[in-house]
């Protein structure tokens, strides 16, 4: 079981840009999670995905967006970058719906640099 | 805004029980206390959670107080891979999967 996998690893992009970042969910889970971590702050939640519909959002502008996949792989985008965006972009999976109290399972994280 | 309190900083020498507090006084009846861990430079990783019993795994034990307000993660023989940030954090009833990360402890094992 390969567990929760991200791409790419570390991205440096410049302000203005648009970036998309990718998650795999870990085998048999269906619900994804994305997560922003400033350095020397915990994660901050952005959003979840099931059933390839956003089911819950954080306090995050709508220049962060989201998509799942049929196969439950996601993807997050964030349009005009700022400088404030450079962070560890964090994803996370779990299994069941939205209302469950399983535990979720994260990824090693996007090291996201904004120059 | 994160609904526990935790110690910025806690040091435990190897081999040793480290326990590691928590403060969650507006705790709901539905809401269960999680806990998570991170290692510098990886994901959160989860360890325990429990709703007002108390709860052992592999990894940690979970003691919750009989008001619920409060609750100590023990790690019984610490060692220098227990070196990470914990994470307690209170589960919102009803909304799902989001999980509030406050700022979590910094646990330092020392040799």
Redesign the interface.
């Given at each position: 079981d390969a567990g929760v996998t991200q791409s790419p690893t570390h991205l440096i992009k410049t302000r203005g840009q648009q970036v998309t970042l990718r998650c795999s969910p870990k085998s048999g889970h269906d619900t994804v999670s994305w997560y922003q971590q400033a350095l020397g702050q915990g994660p901050q939640f952005i959003f979840q995905y099931y059933e390839e519909e956003e089911r819950q959002r954080g306090n995050f502008p709508d220049r962060f967006s989201g998509h799942q996949f049929p196969n439950y792989s996601s993807e997050l985008n964030v349009n005009a970058l700022l400088l404030g965006d450079s962070a560890l972009y964090l994803c996370a999976s779990s299994s069941g719906q939205v209302s469950s109290y399983n535990e979720q399972f994260f990824g090693p994280g996007t090291r996201l640099t904004v120059l | 805004d994160?609904k526990t309190t935790q110690p910025t900083s806690m040091d435990c020498a190897e081999g040793r029980a480290a326990n590691l507090p928590c403060n969650h006084s507006t705790i709901s009846g539905n809401e269960?206390v999680?806990w998570y861990r991170q290692i510098h430079s990886?994901?959160?990783?989860?360890i325990i959670?429990g709703l007002k019993n108390n709860e052992t795994n592999e990894m940690a034990s979970l003691i919750i107080t009989e008001d619920r307000k409060s609750s100590t993660l023990i790690l019984p023989h610490a060692t220098l891979r227990d070196t990470a940030?914990y994470?307690c954090i209170v589960?919102p009833g009803?909304?799902?999967?989001?999980?509030?990360?406050?700022?979590?402890t910094e646990l330092s094992v020392k040799p």
């Open positions: - | 994160a269960y999680y990886q994901g959160p990783q989860y959670h940030v994470y589960r009803g909304e799902g999967g989001k999980l509030i990360f406050g700022q979590g």
